[in-house]
């Protein structure tokens, strides 16, 4: 049955909700209302109870004292860099003896005897107060030659703290001697080593000293010179060290590039075992000598090294490995032979001669076997720490693997 209900909304009636339901609101409303007031009531009480329980103070001084220089914020930024400390005072009584002994970690590439000559850093007889790059025969950087004056005591003594940041650009790859009296004991070697002995600055030259060129703490901003030489020795890095991308030559044929002589880039042809010389690409370690050149051979072929390893009184270690044309050692974690120094080297001779196999596959226990990981190509490499004779070229032939 449907029920009927009058038009007039005020009456009511059953099923209707509206009259109902609002008598439901405004209750639901006043308790709600009701809690609000309650909370804040409590939170006040709460709040006024700590106070009583708690009595509020100034601070009479900070709870962590930040000590700041007079002046300001300006006043506490750190000082500029003023260079080393100079070492002039020092050199009346400085150790040439010690100074000597600092000087024996630069024979790799210099020498300090008259008439000596030039290796990879020019010869150091007569150099206090020498014109910068005077000495005869030397190729030095454009960045020195333009730097100009003279290797006094001073200049001695920068250059030796730190010569990159003396000479931004030079070829001296030395970190520098921190210590005052380190840099001191080795002026006073370098001034012994000369035809005459140079006059010690005198108390006024001392007096008159002042600290070098102040730096920021912030390496300068580089200019797009700076930028473009660093980009070019990226890519100069890239094209020198992926010689064997192209067997034969390819790096040859780019312009201002300088293949160093220890590298063949004929295929299976080890070059003659020299030092590392400073290129567009970069540098290496002084004291050692390098050999090496690109192998490539056929599946059925191997390559024959011979040649004379130098023994232990001429050469404090040497070495013989497979690299790839990304300069990546190869696979040597799981029993691959890859490597060989003297000491691994089956059958050498009294006089230090040797043979190794460089092949796809093992031709047998006899044999010195340098694995190729069944690769085309990559890089013998042959490398002999600080010797004393002169190191010979290794041998090679390509011949057939099965007729070992």
């Known amino acids: 049955m449907k029920m009927a209900c009058g038009r007039v909304p005020d009456h009511g009636c059953e099923g209707s909700p509206e009259k109902g339901n609002t008598s439901m609101d405004e209750l639901g409303l006043n308790k709600v209302f009701a809690a609000f007031l309650v909370a804040a009531l409590l939170l006040m009480a709460g709040i006024k109870l700590a106070d009583v329980l708690v009595p509020h103070s100034e601070l009479q001084q900070n709870a962590y004292i930040i000590e700041v220089p007079e002046g300001g914020s300006d006043a506490a930024a750190a000082p500029a860099d003023k260079g080393p400390e100079p070492v002039l005072a020092l050199l009346a009584s400085a150790d040439a003896a010690a100074g000597e002994k600092l000087a024996k970690k630069c024979t790799a590439c210099h020498v300090f005897e008259p008439g000596g000559a030039n290796k990879v850093g020019p010869a150091l007889w007569n150099i206090v107060n020498a014109d910068k790059g005077a000495v005869d025969g030397f190729s ?12 006094d005591y001073v200049a001695l003594n920068l250059f030796l703290a730190k010569p990159k940041a003396y000479i931004s650009g030079t070829k001296m790859n030395f970190a520098g001697l921190k210590k005052p009296q380190d840099r001191a004991n080795m002026i006073a070697y370098l001034r012994q080593q000369a035809d005459a002995l140079a006059a010690l600055p005198t108390d006024a030259e001392i007096a008159a000293v002042e600290p070098s060129e102040p730096r920021s703490r912030f390496p300068p901003i580089p200019t797009d010179e700076n930028v473009a030489q660093r980009i070019d020795f990226v890519s100069n890095f890239l094209i020198d060290h992926t010689i064997v991308n192209a067997p034969g030559g390819e790096k040859s044929k780019a312009p201002g590039h300088r293949i160093p002589d220890w590298y063949s880039i004929t295929p299976n042809v080890i070059g003659k075992p020299d030092l590392f010389i400073q290129t567009a690409s970069g540098i290496g370690a002084p004291d050692v000598h390098n050999a090496a050149g690109p192998w490539k051979l056929a599946p059925h072929e191997a390559l024959v090294i011979e040649g004379v390893m130098p023994s232990t009184d001429d050469c404090v270690f040497a070495n013989v ?30 006089d230090g001669s040797y043979k190794l196999v460089l092949a796809h596959d093992d031709p047998g226990p006899a044999y010195n076997w340098l694995d190729t990981e069944g690769r085309e190509t990559g890089i013998v490499f042959y490398r002999y720490f600080l010797a004393t004779v002169d190191l010979a070229q290794a041998v090679t032939r390509v011949v057939n693997f099965a007729e070992l």
């Open 140 to 151: 030095y950087s454009n960045a020195l030659l333009e730097h100009g004056g003279a290797w």
């Open 321 to 350: 490995l497979l690299i790839n044309k990304f300069l990546q050692s190869l696979d040597y974690q799981h029993g691959r032979s890859q490597h060989f120094n003297r000491r691994q080297i089956k059958g050498m001779g009294a």
